[in-house]
């Protein structure tokens, strides 16, 4: 619960005077929270099918709210508000991300210490203080977003209950022999000085130098002195053990089997072959250093190299390095590369641009080293995770196609161990003799090794009775990876000796919401664990969004100057107004952030409250349906029929910008504008009465998922009991087709001849209730004559059976002269000069248009068309009928 939420307001709901989002929004996300609206009540014998379970993400806390955050978080609420009312219950929780190293640097940052200053727990406790100011901060403001989240159904990554959970994963996928610890060549970020995993890289096109170094033959089997080798790292000479060349690379196999001896250092190395040599870059041949890349490391594997590490954790150069010990990599690397150059070395070098593997949240270089990490193994289930994949439904489905290349990429099993302070231990001892490793019990977990005693007094290998705790913590991904196990309350039942689950009915998930920036972090790495736990996949579905874009579709950023406080939105616009933008893109694309769509929200909630009020004046708030409808409102339900399954079918498949704009089209167009204008001249007519009634009631029911303030601000006032408990709108049931049946084409078209009438008599500025002695009308209006006849004073209607006379002519013939020019060139004016005078035929089979003794294609020109009626009277034109006023 936030400790900061909006101040109480005590106004009863009402439609008097206009509509006030600063007074309706803070009412109801306070009154909403205070009375549990949105509490889900777990029971262990729920059916699973009546519950609509979400696996929402854990924002990291560090963080402040972004717009990203509240389009997410918005499209999360717009699934969860349509299943609580189309289904029940619904778990919509909320998570908090303050286990990592975003948390260690921001409580660095905050209190201007240093981590290595503190004993773990120590320096975890100012971490926790340091986050809960700013989680409640957060929670305030997804609060006033208006979202219905349970706010009694919350977490965070580094609370007791979660590391529990957490260390239980551990130990559960070692007994499973899922992971393992190895001393081995591992991703290491320099700047965070920890291991990290594949899926915390991404490339970064930055600026560099090819160098061209020569390398003299220490052997004498060939007939050359030396060789070069093309290098963008020659800080990494001291740390070369081997040259290679490709077996296939004939210009260069004299070197295979000789000796080379490295530049500046002195020492030699052995020339091998081996087919991972790419012979198109550079000269062919290239020096093998522990470690540059991936390959290095494979080499090193393959053909059992020494090891040289002439890079420490903190990127700075060795004493393998020589003269050059205590310089950064970009320091030596200048250094060496002048060295090269003065000694007669370096033969070439010029600037080039190419892609650099950094770590993705501090952008540094990455390198490798040698250090014993914990990983999880994966590679060997590739398949099975791609299966998994693919029993999800993805919206939209496009994005498992990034899901399957990541796994089909995937090179390293996952790393999990960080050698960070902010995080879970991992609940391992190791004997200080043998290193054979001592797992926590689980009834002992949360545990930490270096404040903790082991669960053995000796060694179970070799006896020995002292015992070294791991430092490391997990990476915190392995824990975010297990949200939904979290909120399912899995936890290991001892009586039973088995894994269970407090609430067992939300396994699996029905849905996972997230960004397609995770899809490689959060989504692969929780069904990785989620399927070696359980067997299952952990949700049935998966939402990914988009990213919102600036107003010229590029990223927004800080550099860039161009991001968009949410905080500065929500003050100039209703919150109802932001969740009208949210919904205005396909789920999965990325968007630009737009005011005149909040604008467009803005004018909306103006219509829905003015149109509420005007139905409140035309009919009782309840009443009875009549014996017979009559046509013109039959129709209307019957639309209103189509328009909820059409929305229905939009919500289960969560395109929420179809449903927003099929929904606003409907309410606006045909309600608002049309029928309301009509209901103003019916309003003692019972059917009428009924059908608005019927009809207002289902459209605050079908905008509450998207405008949930105004809806319920509104349907209190109207149609609740003012002296009973609150009940909401948002736990009603979603609306279903009624079936009602009319002839919805014919109801159409009255709707646009009555349309047509209103306009013609707006334009010749003749009052609404201004008699018509003759319309004429051909098109289906069948059943709505006397619709048309009431509504719009109409004396005497007739509906032809042929159509009138009209003669269509062309109006004018527009020509695409960027495309005709280039290809006709000074003809242009001859063929201008035939379409002015008529000289021209337009050719409809063949879609050309002859001028000029020229043929022009149908894609360089356009024809409009002008109907003109000859007969007497005046006409007027819809799009499925032609009126004739006389």
């Avoid at 309301?676 to 998922?705: C, G, M, V």
Wanted: glycine fraction near 6%.
């Amino acid at each position: 619960m936030s400790t900061d939420t909006p101040e109480h307001v005590d106004d009863e709901p009402s439609l008097e005077g206009g509509y006030d989002p600063d007074a309706v929004e803070s009412r109801w996300q306070q009154r909403w929270i205070d009375e549990d609206v949105y509490a889900y009540e777990g029971d262990e014998k729920r059916d699973p099918n009546t519950v609509y379970s979400i696996d929402t993400p854990p924002p990291t806390v560090s963080g402040s709210l972004h717009m990203g955050h509240l389009y997410g978080s918005t499209l999360q609420d717009f699934a969860a508000r349509f299943q609580r009312m189309h289904d029940g219950d619904v778990l919509f929780p909320f998570g908090y991300d303050d286990n990592g190293i975003a948390s260690e640097r921001l409580t660095e940052s905050e209190l201007d210490i240093r981590h290595q200053d503190y004993e773990r727990r120590e320096f975890q406790e100012l971490c926790r203080e340091v986050c809960q100011e700013y989680e409640d901060d957060f929670t305030r403001k997804m609060q006033n977003l208006g979202t219905s989240i349970d706010w009694n159904n919350t977490y965070k990554t580094i609370e007791p209950r979660v590391q529990r959970i957490s260390q239980l994963s551990f130990l559960d996928l070692h007994e499973k022999g899922r992971e393992y610890r190895k001393k081995a060549p591992a991703i290491w970020c320099p700047d965070c000085e920890t291991a990290i995993s594949q899926v915390e890289m991404e490339d970064d096109e930055r600026g560099s130098h090819f160098n061209d170094i020569a390398f003299e033959l220490a052997s004498d089997g060939t007939d050359r002195d030396e060789f070069v080798i093309s290098t963008t790292r020659p800080e990494l000479i001291p740390a070369c053990v081997s040259v290679f060349v490709h077996p296939d690379d004939e210009e260069n196999q004299d070197l295979v089997g000789e000796t080379a001896r490295i530049p500046i250092f002195g020492h030699e190395v052995s020339i091998i072959e081996d087919e991972r040599v790419d012979m198109e870059k550079g000269s062919g041949v290239v020096m093998c250093c522990t470690f540059g890349d991936q390959n290095d490391i494979e080499w090193y594997q393959a053909h059992d190299l020494p090891l040289r590490v002439a890079i420490d954790e903190s990127a700075t150069m060795t004493d393998l390095a020589g003269p050059y010990e205590g310089m950064s990599t970009e320091e030596a690397r200048e250094a060496i590369v002048e060295d090269l150059d003065d000694e007669g070395y370096l033969r070439d070098r010029w600037e080039i641009s190419h892609a650099v593997q950094v770590h993705e949240r501090c952008e540094t270089p990455v390198e490798y080293r040698v250090s014993k990490q914990w990983y999880v193994e994966i590679l060997d289930h590739k398949e099975e995770y791609l299966e998994a994949g693919r029993e999800m439904d993805w919206y939209p489905e496009k994005m498992f196609t990034r899901y399957e290349h990541w796994i089909e990429g995937l090179e390293w099993d996952w790393l999990i161990s960080r050698q960070r302070d902010s995080g879970i231990p991992f609940p391992v001892w190791y004997c200080g003799d043998c290193d054979h490793p001592i797992m926590a019990d689980r009834e002992d977990l949360p545990v930490d090794p270096l404040s903790d005693e082991p669960p053995v007094d000796h060694c179970p290998e070799c006896g020995h009775d002292e015992f070294e705790a791991e430092e490391d913590v997990f990476d915190t991904w392995a824990t975010s990876s297990l949200t939904p196990l979290i909120n399912a309350g899995w936890d290991w039942d001892a009586e039973s000796e088995a894994f269970t689950m407090d609430n067992p009915e939300l396994y699996p998930f029905d849905l996972r919401p997230q960004g397609h920036d995770i899809i490689s972090f959060w989504l692969f790495h929780t069904i990785v664990k989620c399927y070696e736990h359980t067997g299952e996949v952990p949700f049935d579905a998966t939402m990914i969004n988009g990213h919102v874009l600036d107003e010229n579709r590029e990223k927004m950023s800080k550099s860039r100057g161009n991001v968009v406080a949410p905080d500065e939105v929500l003050a100039d616009y209703p919150v109802d107004a932001v969740r009208f933008w949210a919904a205005s893109a396909a789920v999965g694309d990325d968007f630009p952030y737009q005011e005149k769509d909040l604008r467009a929200g803005e004018k909306l909630l103006r219509k829905l409250w003015n149109a509420s009020k005007l139905v409140d004046t035309l009919a009782p708030a309840d009443p009875d349906e009549p014996a017979d409808l009559e046509a013109i409102d039959r129709w209307l339900l019957a639309e209103l029929d189509d328009a909820v399954a059409d929305l229905t079918a939009h919500l289960e498949d969560y395109e929420f910008a179809k449903a927003r704009d099929r929904l606003r089209t409907f309410f606006w167009n045909t309600f608002c504008d049309d029928y309301l204008e009509i209901a103003k001249t019916r309003e003692d007519n019972p059917s009428t009465q009924y059908a608005l009634r019927t009809a207002h009631r289902t459209f605050l029911e079908l905008w509450a998922p998207f405008l949930p303030h105004a809806t319920e601000e509104i349907w209190q006032a109207v149609y609740a009991d003012p002296d009973g408990d609150l009940e909401s709108i948002h736990t009603r049931d979603w609306p279903a087709p009624q079936g009602y049946d009319a002839d919805l084409e014919a109801g159409e078209t009255a709707m646009e001849v009555i349309s047509a009438l209103r306009r013609y008599k707006s334009e010749n500025q003749l009052p609404l209730n201004a008699d018509l002695e003759s319309v004429a009308v051909y098109g289906p209006i069948e059943g709505f004559e006397d619709a048309i006849q009431h509504v719009m004073h109409v004396r005497e209607l007739d509906v032809l059976e042929e159509p009138p006379e009209i003669t269509t002519e062309v109006a004018e013939i527009d020509l695409d002269y960027s495309t005709l020019g280039p290809k006709f060139g000074s003809k242009v004016g001859e063929i201008d000069a035939g379409i002015e005078s008529g000289e021209y035929e337009i050719d409809d089979d063949a879609g050309v248009l002859r001028v000029a003794g020229e043929e022009l294609e149908e894609e360089l020109f356009e024809v409009e068309l002008e109907r003109t009626y000859s007969g007497e009277g005046e006409m007027v034109e819809t799009e499925s009928a032609v009126v004739i006023l006389e």
